[in-house]
């Protein structure tokens, strides 16, 4: 297998495109400039390949239940919901501009399902885990072990489960790392669900990016939320600290 470099998180916020104006609105979506390249590693294509970021669709629009507006599988056409000519204009708009986005994923997986060996990629399973091992490996050190292990974990399951095909899984774990493991993993689950929420609460992004017009309320609701968190409820320690990697820093 040919060697070969692929940027390892290709999405919108690593997209850099000139300013907008009235003469360039399509033509300047057409040699973007690619930044993040940050762990980027020269390996063979079936061991990093992935549908990238920036033509996933990450639901925004959800109903009271929690369930996402639109039911959307990736390969087929996203139905309308119904309803939808019963909403007011400003609803009908957010729910198209949410249309578009689902179907974008539909018809970027129509282009590699076309090119036969994206397609054996995308519908193996291990490979939803293996493209990320290389990135687990070269930021253990940096984020902890956890994420590989979860990788490593995952991959062994799904290994088993066609070890008709693949032969045995060449590692195994025992019951003391998988308990240790199970503990973190729910340590976590703790941490970004807190995470989320006080998110929400300051008006912020997850790694702290607040919107200048709601600075002077974030830094108000900072202070209060840092007396209100607690390290053993919410999984870890409070993430928005001077000198704190964000919420990477676990």
Known sequence: ????????????????????????????MKDPCFIDWQGTPVLPHALQWCIPHVAEYQPRLFQADGRPVLNDNGFEEVPWPAGFDQLNPSQQEVLRA???IATRKVRWNEVFLKVPKYAYLIVWPLQRYLH???????????????????????????????????????????????????????????????????SIQLRCTSDGCVDPEDYEFSMHEL????????????????????????????
């Not at 850099?16 to 009235?22: D, R």
């Not at 968190?229 to 001077?242: N, T």
């Open 132 to 198: 990320l091992l290389t990135q687990g490996i070269l930021r253990a050190t940096a984020d902890g072990p956890h994420t590989l292990m979860h990788l490593l974990v995952r991959i062994k399951i799904l290994w088993d489960e066609d070890s008709n095909e693949l032969g045995p899984c060449p590692y195994t774990f025992g019951s003391d790392e998988l308990h240790r493991y199970q503990e973190e993993q729910e340590r976590l689950e703790r941490f970004d669900d807190a995470l989320s929420r006080l």
């Open 1 to 28: 297998m040919m060697n070969v470099l692929l940027h390892p998180d290709i999405r919108a916020q690593n997209l850099m495109v000139p300013k907008l104006t009235a003469e360039n609105d399509v033509s300047r």
């Open 223 to 250: 202070a209060r939320a840092r007396l209100e968190w607690d390290e053993v409820s919410c999984g870890g320690p409070f993430p928005f600290e001077d000198g704190r990697w964000g919420q990477f820093l676990r």
């Open 98 to 100: 949410e249309h578009r």
